[in-house]
């Protein structure tokens, strides 16, 4: 793939590494190990409001 141009290298700190696994079919599975990207991302501590609180709130506005 990387010879091909449809990946190129990242020597970036937030990168995930990529590992294509075998189908029982014989295709191949594109995965990604986001294990270590998620232990260094930063949660939202804001988080979007659910739909019905929002309605609900403007039904009452």
Known sequence: MLNEGIIE???SPYAA???LQPKKDGSLRF???FRELNAVTVRDVYP??????TLDQL???
């Open 9 to 11: 290298p990242c020597n």
């Open 59 to 61: 039904q009452h506005a």
């Open 31 to 33: 995965c990604v190990d």
């Open 48 to 53: 979007i409001p659910r739909i019905d609180d």
């Open 17 to 19: 590494p990529i590992t």
